[in-house]
């Protein structure tokens, strides 16, 4: 399809209209004399009335508005969002930020900048903490946090936190805090029943400036590039955005597409697509990460009404580490009116998976392999998960639920070479990935940003959002993705 004319001509495109992508706009777009376009793939839903249920409720995560990914290698699906607000208007709103050693090890590798000290201003100025006024937490941003009190636990969940006490788990009362490990409420972005999403906070409060455009249901193709400089971005349709500087927050599978179809990206794969190399980042697309999870599940001895489904958290620290060194497995109980599961949660996996083109036609889906469990570590550190959940659940309070044995796929199993034969094949993603646009100090050892955001070897042009996370964090990865958008935010605005 040849281009059109440009249909905006702005400052600054923001593209992916996700979590990273709403504060983006919302953060770049508070000086009034700087235009920003926001181009999403996905519907815009700018009435809060008309808002379908599934992305209004924040009891659980939603199903609808998919882009209907899977991984190659096992046929699992993918879940990720495509409307405006991205995951964070799809997802379980539970609000951790991880833990202080992960952004110091983002440091370490060559980040300035990122250190947990660096980043806590950044964590501090999203959230309005309706629970804590400290040092930790903030009170004045976009995003309300709260904690169910115990009286708010539906049946499953308070008989869970009695049974995660019990089993030996230390009490937290604020996951939020550096060195917290234990059972205690999750911190979660639902109020009122209602997923406060960024769209339905960053986004909802810059929605209406004039230097700021939505471009929704717009698919972005690449980005144009004249002699290495970025100046716009083409849209499947031919349409063009004009753009001083292009900030990619397409997300981890979204935003290396994007790159390999602009040529960005390891030489040889842009060869086979038959394009030219404008930067040869073998970084690109490598280095994907996501936590692998286990539910454990029973059944429940009789009907319970249902509730909020993510309500408590309980997190332990990995053999011989301190609580400083962070989470190492992650449980989550939950329920439906028939069942109740303890998840299990392997929060350092040392597996690594890939994104790749399948073909040059933006609407195509990407090739992902997730390897998840692939490294023997990211096994052991599995099996010993669903000793724990299994521990957990043959707790008095949740055993007195139950209505018989385990109902998985690995129910009953304790030979450990079959357990490990049926976590492979019980393995679900926990909806984190990240990590396949790494930031870092070397392109030629997988780097694809500098610690500002940058991409190496082009002018003008940032990503900034999950996809540069070098190493997962030991927490879900909402606020820390939340925490990159208002660290670069600044860092950009500062280009001008
Ligand atoms: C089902 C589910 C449950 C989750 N639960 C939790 C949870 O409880 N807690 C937590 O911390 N994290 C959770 N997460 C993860 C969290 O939501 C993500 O880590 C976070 O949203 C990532 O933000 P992002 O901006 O990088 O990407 P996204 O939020 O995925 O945003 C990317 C946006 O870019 C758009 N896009 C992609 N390609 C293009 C293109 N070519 N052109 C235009 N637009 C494009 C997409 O449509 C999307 O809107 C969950 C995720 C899912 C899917």
Not at 33 to 56: K, M, N, S, W
Not at 276 to 288: E, K, T
Request: glycine share 12%; charged share 20%.
């Amino acid at each position: 399809m040849s281009d059109q004319p440009a249909v905006s001509d702005v400052d600054i495109a923001v593209v992916g209209g996700g979590a990273a992508g709403c504060v983006l706009a919302a953060r770049l777009s508070e000086r009034p004399d700087r235009t920003v376009a926001l181009i999403e793939a996905g519907p815009d839903y700018p009435d809060p009335e008309a808002l379908p249920e599934d992305l209004r409720s924040g009891w659980r995560s939603a199903g609808s508005h998919d882009w209907g990914l899977t991984d190659e290698a096992t046929g699992a699906v993918v879940a990720r969002a495509k409307v405006v607000g991205g995951c964070s208007a799809t997802n379980g709103t539970i609000a951790l930020r991880g833990a202080s050693a992960d952004f110091d090890g983002w440091a370490a590798l060559g980040n300035p900048g990122w250190s947990f000290a660096q980043v806590l201003p950044d964590f501090r100025r999203i959230e309005t903490d309706l629970d804590f006024s400290d040092d930790w937490h903030g009170q004045h941003g976009p995003v309300p946090i709260r904690r169910y009190g115990p009286k708010e636990l539906t049946a499953v969940n308070a008989a869970a936190y009695e049974a995660l006490v019990e089993a030996g788990f230390a009490e937290v009362t604020d996951h939020n805090r550096p060195g917290a490990i234990g059972v205690g409420p999750a911190p979660v972005n639902t109020v009122g029943g209602v997923r406060m999403s960024a769209a339905a906070t960053y986004l909802r409060q810059a929605r209406d400036r004039p230097n700021l455009s939505i471009l929704a249901d717009a698919t972005a193709d690449r980005v144009l590039l004249e002699r290495g400089t970025a100046t716009g971005v083409r849209l499947a349709d031919g349409r063009i955005v004009r753009a001083g500087r292009v900030v990619l927050a397409a997300g981890t599978y979204g935003s290396p597409a994007i790159l390999l179809r602009t040529g960005i990206g390891p030489a040889h794969d842009l060869a086979v697509l038959g394009l030219p190399c404008r930067s040869d980042l073998p970084g690109v697309g490598a280095n994907l990460q996501e936590h692998p999870g286990i539910s454990v599940i029973w059944p429940l001895a009789r009907e319970l009404p249902d509730g909020p489904r993510f309500q408590i958290v309980a997190t332990q620290a990995a053999p011989g580490h301190t609580a400083g060194d962070g989470p190492w497995l992650q449980h989550v109980p939950a329920a439906t009116p028939t069942l109740f599961w303890v998840s299990a949660t392997v929060m350092n996996p040392r597996s690594r998976g890939r994104v790749r083109l399948a073909t040059l036609d933006p609407l195509a889906r990407p090739r992902i392999t997730l390897n998840l469990l692939a490294e023997l570590e990211d096994l052991a550190a599995m099996v010993e998960g669903v000793r724990s959940a299994r521990h957990v659940g043959a707790r008095g309070p949740l055993k007195e639920l139950a209505g018989g044995p385990e109902q998985w796929l690995g129910a009953g199993i304790q030979d450990p070479a079959e357990l490990a034969d049926a976590l492979r094949r019980a393995v679900w993603t926990y909806h984190h990935a990240c990590g396949t646009c790494a930031m870092g100090p070397d392109p030629q050892t997988g780097s694809v940003v500098d610690a500002q955001g940058r991409v190496y070897g082009v002018d003008n042009l940032w990503v900034a959002d999950a996809s540069i996370m070098p190493v997962i964090p030991s927490a879900n990865t909402h606020l820390p993705t939340l925490m990159i958008a208002e660290h670069l935010a600044g860092q950009i605005a500062a280009a001008d």
